[in-house]
T-cell receptor
């Protein structure tokens, strides 16, 4: 079975400090990995994705994520956090083949709070 | 261009009633997905449509749930005989194609409350 784990329900960081939101995955096959952000009462907003190639992926709003195949991880990072980054972050995985090709498998989400 | 739109944004209904939720995908997107977001279950896949192919209904939680997509565009998710456990945010997404690398773009969701 495919699964995504976000081990931290909450991450708190001071503005200006680096932030990391962790994600690990378990899939049968090659994964495509995604990060989405959700602001209160809003839908999911795409941040970035890993398909193949360079393990460091850069996305919107200064976010980046590093794909680590040996550790099956795809942690989201930002060098300098902003208060406006406070939101709920979801990691998701999609397979490159098989009967469940269409669906995204999501982690439980991590609430990021950036303190001024 | 316009993103994915969903209506209504909020729906309150009584237990046992039927509800219909609508999704308008991004123009030109051939794949359409429905997910459900609830406190207890997180984000769950429900169903996905790709062009004229048979939909993948494997995520629908019961036979009270059904969905259709007319003309390869607008989709309607129908919940019959609603139960309190159906209360959740129903999210629709679309993508240009259905390949695994394609990005799914989400609408704002419909918040359903079953009393």
């Amino acid at each position: 079975a495919q699964s995504v784990a976000q081990p931290e329900d909450q991450v708190n960081v001071a503005e200006g400090n680096p932030l990391t939101v962790k994600c690990t995955y378990s899939v049968s096959g090659n994964p495509y990995l995604f990060w989405y952000v959700q602001y209160p009462n809003r839908g999911l907003q795409f941040l970035l994705k890993y398909i193949t190639g360079d393990n460091l992926v850069k996305g919107s709003y200064g976010f980046e994520a590093e794909f680590n195949k040996s550790q099956t991880s795809f942690h989201l990072k930002k060098p300098s956090a902003l208060v406006s980054d406070s939101a709920l972050y979801f990691c998701a995985v999609r397979l490159d083949r098989g009967s469940t090709l269409g669906r995204l498998y999501f982690g439980r989400g991590t609430q990021l709070t950036v303190w001024p | 261009g316009a993103g994915v739109s969903q209506s209504p944004s909020n729906k309150v209904t009584e237990k046992g009633k039927d509800v219909e939720l609508r999704c308008d995908p991004i123009s030109g997107h051939t794949a359409l997905y429905w997910y459900r977001q609830s406190l207890g279950q997180g984000l769950e896949f429900l169903i996905y449509f790709q062009g004229n192919s048979a939909p993948d209904k494997s995520g629908l939680p019961s036979d009270r749930f059904s969905a259709e997509r007319t003309g390869g565009s607008v989709s309607t998710l129908t919940i019959q005989r609603t139960q309190q456990e159906d209360s959740a945010v129903y999210l629709c997404a679309s993508s240009f194609q259905s390949g695994g690398a394609e990005t799914q773009y989400f609408g704002p969701g419909t918040r359903l409350l079953v009393l």
